[in-house]
Every structure is written in C-alpha cells, then in structure tokens.
C-alpha cells in the first residue's frame, strides 16, 4: 500500500494531547482520554521523514480539559490534526 497506518498519527496525537494537558495539572492528578477524534489532511508514507506532533490546552477545568493539536513534517506540510477531550481526576 505504501502508506503509515492512521492509528500512528492519531498515537502520536493522543500522547502529544495528554503530555500538554499533563503538564496544567497539579500535584496528585492524573488525566485519561476520554475522546479522540483525528482528521487525516494527507497520507503518510515512508518518504515522509520526521514528523512533529504539536498539543496545546483549550481549556482546562477541574474534572475535564480540552486540547488540539497538529502533525506536520519538516516542512511545516500538514498531516493529521486532532481535538481531544480527558478526564482530570485526583490520585
């Protein structure tokens, strides 16, 4: 087929998500996804090369937060963005 599967994107999405959500939270909370949902602008191959996955926090409340993000290459071409919404709980 010549193409990355979409759940690598959406893997490196989720993680990148939940590191900036991770990193609004205080001492003895923790986070999981709750929701996922990935738009694929264009197909990974293996000639892509290096790609960047990019997370910021929309909002962060006290039992949930919300973030995006995006995958590009090195180039700054686009190929997956993502929204993302986790539950914040206490430990």
Not at 16 to 24: D, F, I, R, T
Not at 50 to 70: H, L, Q, T, W, Y
Request: charged residues 20%.
């Amino acid at each position: 087929m010549g193409t990355v599967h979409g759940g690598f994107a959406a893997t490196l999405l989720d993680s990148c998500l939940g590191c900036a959500v991770h990193s609004k939270l205080k001492a003895g909370q923790g986070y999981t996804t709750l929701e996922l949902k990935v738009a694929y602008h264009r197909a990974m191959t293996k000639d892509t090369g290096p790609v960047r996955a990019e997370g910021v926090v929309i909002n962060m409340g006290r039992r949930a937060a919300f973030a995006e993000g995006k995958l590009t290459d090195l180039n700054g071409r686009l190929y997956a963005t993502a929204t993302s919404t986790l539950l914040v709980f206490d430990r």
